[in-house]
């Protein structure tokens, strides 16, 4: 079957369309003690002078506010980063009670194998590397002449189609390729987060923000809650609704257990070490 969908890419990749456009299918492991495995579609948008990675669904979103006058806004927890072209600095973008940027660098180094399969049509050559904490096996053509891919994974001399790590934690695969007409504007759902730009923040900080939130997961809507004057107001956290305080250290507990176990990135070396309490 994914032969026959890589077929679909067999086309004449021109160096002067304006966008490149890859979808990969996105398979990851939230907690690393599960077998069990989630699926998502991303976008790898290869532009004139930068590349974006992020989610369909956001695509989706911003093709449905715009025909039919809505200002709906979703994030998830997958990745979403820009980088200028033919550059290993990532602007990443997350979501911790606002919205955050966070520049890395990320300089790859891989090791080319001798190694070669033929998918879809086009001949595909391994390359090894270690990044993140983790051991990454990749498959990439010279018959694309991008040196792109998924993620922060790029600088092989070629289009990677697939990358997984050793551990089976996460798996990028190319399934569908096309060109866009003109450059795909993301300012509505990456660069803009409900009509507010993300403010640029260290690392350090980013981890600070992160250990402040499991501390204290329910705490805008705690104020929320606390000063509410509409005896109509339902106030819901995770599908239950709150009819009084007592449930909100319940709630609590439960958030925090959540992340916990969903505690499993992609640069496991930068995993935050939450207390158990």
Sequence with gaps: ?????????????????????????????MDSTSAESRKSSMVLDVNPNDVKFYNYDFVVTDSTNKTKGQNSIIWDDTPALTRKKN??????????QNMFIVDTEDQIDWKLSEETKNLGGYKLQKATTKFGGRNWTAWFTKD???SEGPYKFRGLPGMIFEISDDK????FSLVKSYKLAKTYDTTGIIENFGG?????ITEAKLKKLMLDNYNDPLHEFKEHYKNN???SARFMVMGIEV??????????????NNIRKSNNPIEVNKAIHYPKK
């Design 1 to 29: 079957m994914k032969t026959i969908i890589l077929l679909v890419m067999m086309f004449s990749l021109s160096l002067s369309a304006q966008t490149h456009r890859f979808i990969y299918e996105y398979q990851f492991k």
């Design 87 to 96: 550059s290993n600095i990532n602007s990443n973008y997350i979501h911790v």
């Design 144 to 146: 694309i002449a991008l």
């Design 168 to 171: 089976d934690n996460f798996k």
């Design 196 to 200: 507010q730009k993300p403010v640029k």
């Design 229 to 231: 004057t509409d005896p």
């Design 243 to 256: 009819k009084s305080p007592e449930q909100i250290k319940e709630l609590s507990d439960m958030m925090q």
